[in-house]
């Protein structure tokens, strides 16, 4: 959660100002100057904590699902205009490095076991 120079409460450090579109799906609240708290948008807030990989049906069965978690919220919203769309460049990132790390691991464990 971030407050922008405008007031507002966001949940993407790309969506950083009230006249950005996406601000009505990423603002979580407003801070007025007066006030000693914020105004939450519980009903954000809540669509928000059920972005997750298994409710994003793209991501349903991928491997690295709990590694990549769908990405960048905002990144996926404005390429599709789904908030349940994942962000599909880190999620291609991640397939093809998660295994290569696997395979790293792997050999560098298996030579120090010959080494010994």
């Keep these: 959660m971030m407050l922008t120079h405008d007031g507002h409460l966001t949940a993407c450090l790309e969506v950083v100002d009230g006249k950005e579109p996406e601000m009505l799906d990423f603002q979580l ?9 914020p105004t939450l948008d ?3 807030i ?3 904590r ?8 793209l991501c ?7 590694i990549c978690a769908g ?6 919203y404005r ?22 790390i696997v395979q790293r691991i792997y050999h560098e464990t298996f030579r120090r076991e010959v080494v010994k």
């Design 42 to 44: 519980h009903e954000n």
């Design 50 to 57: 059920h972005r997750h990989v298994d409710s994003m049906p």
């Design 79 to 100: 390429a599709t205009g789904d908030f349940l769309s994942p962000d599909i460049s880190y999620c291609q990132f991640t397939k093809t490095v998660v295994p290569l």
């Design 29 to 37: 609240g407003r801070w007025e100057e007066d006030s000693q708290n």
């Design 46 to 48: 809540e669509k928000f």
């Design 60 to 66: 349903a069965g991928c491997f690295a699902r709990f």
């Design 71 to 76: 990405g960048c919220a905002i990144k996926g």
